[in-house]
Structure formats: structure tokens, C-alpha cells
């Protein structure tokens, strides 16, 4: 009964209790708009335009249904994510930026993503531009055609939505506890839950075993968060020790610590860029495949060995594969072996038995190439987690629970917000004693 007490211990305490409140708080007006639809919108062909493009179904998990509705906040926080990604990408072209990001400490930092919310609204109308023509000349026509002062009206309606987002994002960051954007993606993927049990309750016939995929499939799923979880706290320590050095009448360093390697460095960002690319030839493949000749025959067969519905397992092993390449490129772009060890040298740190400079970096990228490996098959399996066990029980809801990036974020952000919250918790019990 621990957890129980540490649920009480919080609501007793007023600073936390406020903090959670105004989270929940934010969690209703979130959901509130996303019922509110755009104007001029007509939804009577959604279900046929969504099952045709499979994508808006990957994009519509983390907007909470949004997208699917399209509700005034569709875009969800996808353009300051966006945003934020090019800029971190940006520093290892210009050093300015880096400087700025990494070394003048949190004002360069609040600079940094003050740049990053400015990019945001233009990202956000360009979006919004984009998904309302594919909306309007798409196939089944989603949404009729709109007059140029309503389709303007659309697409600032849009924008505001998803910058009025950005802002809850920060104020829950700022007045709440833990990190708003990742709080609000969290919601959106947790959102439809509720309807979810109502249909798995409509489904389940349990004079017909119906109920047998259903035990084999949560069974399942608190295995695969176990193992998330495992990995996704992995760390592999490589032991540190600094030397003495005397300045004055003091004795500085001559102790010993530990660098940790994760040993998943690259978190979701390689299930996004491989589901992203993967998405794209089927997408192609359904608008422009209708045409006859070579061309069009080359085109539709593409697009169904990249479509999960025509062609599962050339479509399951092209998702592992990406995955892995995508977890060992985006490791090699943000972690840089070389600058620690001599951030290392620089502070009079070495590994022992180990050459301080060259020598530790080799050694690092031995130690980061073989931790790498795990970390990136765990994360291919978990990527095509779904559609395997969906193919074994035929159960489409909660596909949150068995993988894919959905689960991946549930459980970072869980994690981290009970380690904030904890820390609450022992800080007060600081103070009281």
C-alpha cells in the first residue's frame, strides 16, 4: 500500500496538490477544443478518407483524435516539435547556434527556444495549408471546396490552435510539474481510452472464449512495458576518476565516478523518421497508382508492399530494418564520443586503464557500437510489436499498451513525472525535518 500512501502524501500536500489541479485542469480545456471543429468543415467522408490514408491514422494518436475530428487544434504540437528538431539539427551547421544552445547556460537556452516558438507559427500555416488542399482535392474530398476568405479563416484558425497549445504546453511546464508538451502528447494518446473499453466491452463474447485473445493480449502488454521500461532505464556505466591536483593550500579531484550510456540514446525519434519515410510510398501509391502502363503499375506495387494491410511482412520487415539504421544515425549525429573525452582530458578525467584523448574515445565508440545493438533491436521489435500481436488476436484497441511510439512516450514521460514528483515529495521532507 506504499503507492496508495504516496497518492495521499500528494494530495495533502498544497504546492503538489495545486500543481496536479492546474494539470488537469490544462488536460480539460486540451480536450475541449479538440472537440471544436474548423470552420466550414463538412465530416461526412472522414472514416472513407482515413482508412485510404493510413498516415493521418499514425499522426491522429498523438493530436488525441483531433486530426480525425479536424477540431481547430489538429496539428497538435507537431509544428513546434518540428521546430525544435530543425533547430537542434541546425546547431551542428552553425556554431553560433550551438554556442547558444549548449554553453551560455539558461538564458541562452530560453533564447534558444524562444527561436524555436517563432518557427513554430510559420510551420504551423504551412501545415495547416498543406493538410487542408490534400483535404479538399483528395480523394473522396474530405472537406468541400472552400472560399478563399474561409479557407484564409482555416488556416489562421489552425495556426492559432496549435500555437494556443504550444502555450499551455509551456504554462504547464512553468506553473505545473513535469514537462507540458510531453504532457499534452501523453493525453492525446491516453484520450481515447475510455471509448476503447466501451467497444472492448461491446466485443467481447465470453460464452465463445471470446474473452481468450483478450487475457493473451494484456498478458502480453504488461510484458512488453516491463521490457520498455528495462531498456528505456538501461544504463551502461563506464567508470571515471579525476586526478588530484593541488592549488594553493587545497587538494582538488581525486575522486572517482561513473559516465552512463543509455542504451537507448536515440528514444523515439527512430520509430518517427521510419514510420514517416515507410508512410510515404503507400500514400503516393494510392493517389497516383490509378494510371495504366508501366509506370502506374510500378507505382501501385510499391505502395502495397509498403502498405501494412496488403503486404504485412515486407511492410514489418522494412519497419525493423529502418528503425535500426535510423537508431544508429541519429546516435552517431547527437552523441559525439570524440568531444566527451576531451571534455574529459580537459578536466583532468580519464578512465582507468585507458589513455586519456584517442585512446578513451576508441574505447567509447566500443563500448557505445556493442550497448547500440541492444538498444536498437529492442526498439525494431518494439516498433513492429503491434502489428504482430494485432495479427495474433485481432484486437485493434489499446495498441498503446504493446509498442510503437505511442508506448515508448507513455513511458518516458510516466517515468519522468514521478521522479519529479517524488523529488517534490523528498524536498519537503527535507525541509519538515
Known sequence: MNWLNKIILIFKTPDLRK??????????????????????????????FYDQFKVFNFYSVFTGGSLDKVSIIMLGLGPY???????????????????????EGEQGRQRFNQYCRIAAIPLAALQGYAMLSLFQKGPNHLIPALSPA???????????????LMWLGELISEK?????????????????????????????????????????????????????????EARRNIPVSYAKRIRGMKMYGGVSTYLPLNINPAGVIPIIFASSILLFPAMIGTVLGDGGGVFGNIIRNVGAFFDPAKDPWG??????????????????????????????????????????GESTAKFMYFILNRVLL???????????????????????????????????IVVSVVLETMRQIQAQLQMREYENF
Open 315 to 356: 511492410y514489418g520487415i522494412s519497419y525493423f530494418v529502418l528503425v535500426v539504421l535510423f537508431t544508429y544515425f541519429y546516435t552517431a549525429v547527437t552523441f559525439d564520443p570524440k568531444a566527451i573525452s576531451e571534455n574529459l582530458q580537459k578536466m583532468g578525467g580519464f578512465v582507468p586503464g585507458i589513455r586519456p
Open 150 to 164: 474561409l479557407f484564409l479563416t482555416s488556416i489562421i484558425t489552425i495556426t492559432a490552435g496549435a500555437i494556443f
Open 19 to 48: 500543481k496536479i489541479l492546474f494539470v488537469l485542469g490544462v488536460f480539460a480545456i486540451f480536450r475541449l477544443m479538440a472537440q471544436i471543429k474548423v470552420p466550414g468543415i463538412s465530416l461526412e467522408n472522414i472514416q472513407a
Open 176 to 232: 505545473g510539474i513535469g514537462n507540458g508538451v510531453s504532457l499534452l502528447i501523453l493525453a492525446g494518446i491516453v484520450s481515447n481510452l475510455p471509448s476503447q473499453i466501451v467497444q472492448m466491452k461491446n466485443q467481447i463474447d465470453v460464452s465463445n472464449s471470446g474473452i481468450l485473445p483478450y487475457i493473451f493480449f494484456f498478458t502480453m502488454s504488461l510484458i512488453i512495458v516491463a521490457g520498455v521500461v528495462l531498456i528505456n
Open 81 to 103: 516539435i518540428t521546430a525544435t528538431i530543425i533547430f537542434q539539427l541546425l546547431t551542428m551547421i552553425f556554431p553560433q547556434l550551438e554556442k547558444l544552445y549548449k554553453e
Open 374 to 408: 541492444i538498444g536498437a533491436l529492442f526498439l525494431g521489435l518494439v516498433a513492429v510489436m503491434p502489428s504482430i500481436i494485432q495479427g495474433i488476436t485481432k484486437i485493434e484497441q489499446f495498441q498503446f499498451l504493446i509498442g510503437g511510439t505511442s508506448l515508448l
